[in-house]
């Protein structure tokens, strides 16, 4: 049996600024791994792949208002700097 991942410790040197910030920051980062987790079973960040992320903010934010988009956006980039990834999906906030 497999402990579930935790986002917390996985972003915990990431995460910096005032309490409710880093709580918002976990809260979406969360929630972008369960929705990418059952879509394609894929538990951990180190699983992703670009297209995944891409997927979220198109598909599962894409109704939501810009400003919402944006917040999102910017836990993604803490996201993809603690993968150590160079993805960039500043066009995804264009719509």
């Given amino acids: 049996m497999s402990k579930p991942f935790?986002?917390?410790?996985?972003?915990?040197?990431?995460?910096?600024g005032s309490h409710a910030t880093r709580q918002r920051h976990?809260?979406?980062a969360i929630f972008i791994q369960t929705e990418i987790a059952k879509?394609?079973?894929?538990?951990?960040?180190w699983a992703w792949?670009?297209?995944?992320?891409?997927?979220?903010?198109?598909?599962?934010?894409?109704r939501r208002s810009k400003a919402t988009r944006y917040y999102y956006l910017l836990t993604v980039?803490?996201?993809i700097r603690r993968?150590?990834?160079?993805?960039?999906?500043?066009?995804?906030l264009k719509t």
């Fill in 83 to 92: 993968l150590e990834k160079s993805w960039d999906f500043q066009s995804t």
């Fill in 6 to 16: 935790d986002m917390e410790l996985f972003l915990a040197g990431m995460l910096t």
């Fill in 77 to 79: 980039r803490l996201l």
């Fill in 49 to 62: 792949r670009r297209k995944h992320v891409a997927w979220f903010l198109e598909q599962c934010l894409g």
């Fill in 39 to 45: 879509r394609w079973e894929l538990k951990t960040p």
């Fill in 26 to 28: 976990l809260r979406q």
